[in-house]
């Protein structure tokens, strides 16, 4: 079993939209170079778990869609929503009065009016849910992967990956505080992009990338992703005469049990 000692709990959601040149497109934001984690890497949006969003889990008239999950599972699906909520300004969710989702237009009024002080903890994602009658749509993230850092780096996460398909006309944007850009791309071009160098891209995200490829559009990667059998990832690192290799586990479906990662510097 993996060892989750030291490792913070942490989430990310790779939003999904239909691309107009058929392939399939994923939200990503390039990190602030001044971030300490993955610092001007493209990433998915997604941050750590926090005590808020555990305060979000005891109060459920904040969310639907929970039904049959664990409080740790709830706790991963709502930091998940709010991190992308934070660093994008797209909101998944409902109202509560009528269960429909919340549109483009509702979003960005919430998002102009709370997005700052949320992010400079002036006020909680609490509130924002409470004050504006919102409820957080847990059903529309499906599981994807689980990965945790390996042993020995100096900040460890124990990070899953969902896929939702992003809200209509939600497009998104990026902070100007942990990201300085963002863009819509399909799989393919990040994964080109990264192996260029026009792109900096941490290796799960690498992984991610490849096998969302592989799906034509939206329906298709949920409709895949639902049928996963997620097994968790905690890559081992070796280093050999020529630079670095990560072992991952073969029947977590990323095509490969041992990758090379870099030549020695």
Known sequence: MADTSAS??????????????????????????????????????????????KEIVARSDLYSGGEGLSEADRGFRIAAIRETFEESGILLARSKDIGAPVDAKRAGEIADAHRI?????????????????????????????????????????????????????????HDGRESTDSIWVSPREAVEGGESGRFKLPFPTTRNLIRLAKQPNVSAALEHA???????????????????????????GYDGEVFEVGAVG
């Not at 058929?22 to 493209?42: K, P, T, Y």
């Not at 639902?226 to 977590?252: F, N, Y």
């Open 226 to 252: 639902r049928g996963l059998s997620i097994v968790t990832v905690m890559p081992v690192m070796t280093k050999t005469e020529t630079g670095r290799q990560l072992r991952i586990p073969r029947e977590a």
């Open 8 to 53: 913070r709990p942490a989430s990310t959601i790779l939003l999904l939209r239909d691309g107009a040149a058929r392939d399939i497109e994923v939200f990503m934001m390039v990190r602030h170079h001044q971030i300490e984690f993955n610092s001007g890497a493209l990433v998915f949006p997604g941050g750590s778990v926090d005590a808020g969003d």
């Open 117 to 173: 002080a949320l992010n400079e903890h002036k006020i909680s994602f609490l509130d924002i849910l409470a004050e504006n009658g919102l409820q957080l749509a847990l059903d529309t993230l499906v599981p994807y992967a689980h990965w945790i850092t390996p042993e020995g780096m100096p900040k460890r996460f124990d990070t899953w990956f969902f896929l939702a398909a992003a809200p209509p006309d939600q497009l998104g944007a």
